[in-house]
């Protein structure tokens, strides 16, 4: 399978989650569309790309909207109310700048949440005198119904908005967000849910969630070239929903909006049913299953290697697994950038590494290039360098 992705041969490389990698044969039809663009650029870029167009000529439907089809059918969604993104923080900046907050109100978040999207809650609340509230997650989670508590005792009355993720960033946990936006739709509280990791990484159907907006990444587990992501949005906030760049779609409706922010290469969102085709050509669900065991077998392997409590239940792990270090090797975000940097350089292993809750914690990503000789290579290069005494 390492034949069929770019990646330097030389490197163990357990960090698909954090930027994902393109297929070789997606990057090639990625610059075939590249290709044909530059044929004749105005004429694709303005007629046959998006419905704003100059003029006939036109393709019929528009070609991003072709290819949003092909991901809104992955994705149990109508294409109606599904737009490209850059990527998961752009959906996430669009929807706090269109949401109607007042002074006093209230978005929540997790602690589980990832910094840039909270980052952008905080700027939304700046601007309009409201506040952002961080929930405080259980830490180790032992069930997803910890999650939901956690998540419901934060709900105050003056949430307006909350941000779920769908699978967490450094912890790598499937979050049950379906039974967090009920409680949520409940009380009369928004949800934007941020699914960055979970295209291609676990079944989606994003309408059975109950979620006002889904904000996705394509270029992770879908194996689309970076950017790309998608926005979903419940047909009800649709017409209140803008990019936060504006360009000639405003007020010609959701999709016209969102699909012509500016000139850009669109060759990346225009390439996403190559990868689509090119996975259900290896099997869907055996991508996804081969990835979620060798997550976690690996966690399992980790954790035994390093004697580290691993007991997340299964349900909770899609392609990605974290697991804490030995307490012996720090518990710093200074230690975890040490760590890292000498495991990439002396060991040639790219893993994501992190400091929280005390200790430092390993996520490792399992996509099908992987097999477990790259988790054994990362749990002995730890161990290899652990104090002698505590080895
Ligand atoms: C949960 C989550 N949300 C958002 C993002 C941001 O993704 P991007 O940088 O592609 O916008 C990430 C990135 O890893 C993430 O893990």
């Known amino acids: 399978m390492r034949a069929e992705w770019p990646l330097d041969p030389t490197i163990t490389y357990l960090n698909h989650g954090t930027v994902g990698v393109t297929p070789r044969r997606v990057l090639a039809a990625q610059q075939q569309i ?7 650029p105005s004429r694709f870029l303005l007629r046959e790309l998006t419905s704003i167009s100059v003029g006939p000529a036109g393709a019929e439907p528009p070609r991003i909207r072709q290819a949003a089809a092909a991901v809104a059918a992955c994705v149990g969604a109508d294409p109606d109310d599904l737009v490209f993104i850059d990527n998961a923080t752009t959906g996430a900046n669009a929807v706090l700048r269109s949401f109607p907050l007042a002074a006093g109100d209230e978005i929540l978040v997790t602690d589980l949440g990832y910094g840039g999207v909270t980052q952008a809650a905080v700027f939304a609340a700046r601007q309009h005198g409201a506040t952002v509230r961080t929930a405080v ?4 989670v032992h069930s997803g119904s910890q999650i939901v508590d956690a998540c419901v005792a934060a709900l105050g009355p003056r949430t307006r908005l909350a941000i779920v993720d769908h699978i967490t960033s450094q912890s790598a946990l499937i979050v049950p967000l379906a039974r967090i936006a009920a409680e949520c739709r409940s009380r009369g509280i928004a949800v934007l849910a941020d699914g960055a990791h979970a295209p291609g990484a676990i079944p989606l159907d994003i309408p059975s969630l109950g979620v006002d907006w ?6 992770k587990w879908m194996w689309v070239p970076r950017s790309s992501g998608i926005l979903w949005s419940s047909s009800a906030r ?10 000639w779609g405003l007020d010609q409706g959701f999709t016209a909006e969102f699909d012509l922010p500016g000139t850009r290469d669109p060759s990346p969102h225009l390439a996403a049913p190559a990868a689509i085709g090119m996975m259900e050509e290896f099997g869907t669900a055996a991508v996804r299953e081969y990835n979620h065991g060798l997550a976690w077998d690996g966690a399992r392997l980790l954790a035994e290697r390093w004697r580290s409590a691993f007991d997340t239940p299964e349900s909770m792990i899609g ?7 030995p307490a012996a090797m720090g518990s710093t975000a200074d230690e975890a950038v040490r760590l890292r940097t000498q495991l990439l350089f002396d060991d040639r292993i790219e893993v994501q590494l992190h400091a929280y809750s005390g200790r430092l914690h390993a996520r490792i990503s399992a996509q099908i290039y992987n097999d477990l000789d790259d988790v054994e290579r990362l749990a002995a290069a ?6 002698a005494s505590l080895t």
């Open 34 to 40: 590249r290709d044909e663009i530059e044929r004749q």
């Open 214 to 219: 889904y904000i996705a990444n394509l270029h």
């Open 137 to 140: 997650m259980p830490s180790p």
């Open 319 to 325: 392609t990605m697994a974290t697991v804490a270090l």
């Open 382 to 387: 730890v161990i290899r360098r652990m104090p």
């Open 238 to 247: 649709k017409a209140d929903l803008h990019p936060a760049v504006i360009s």
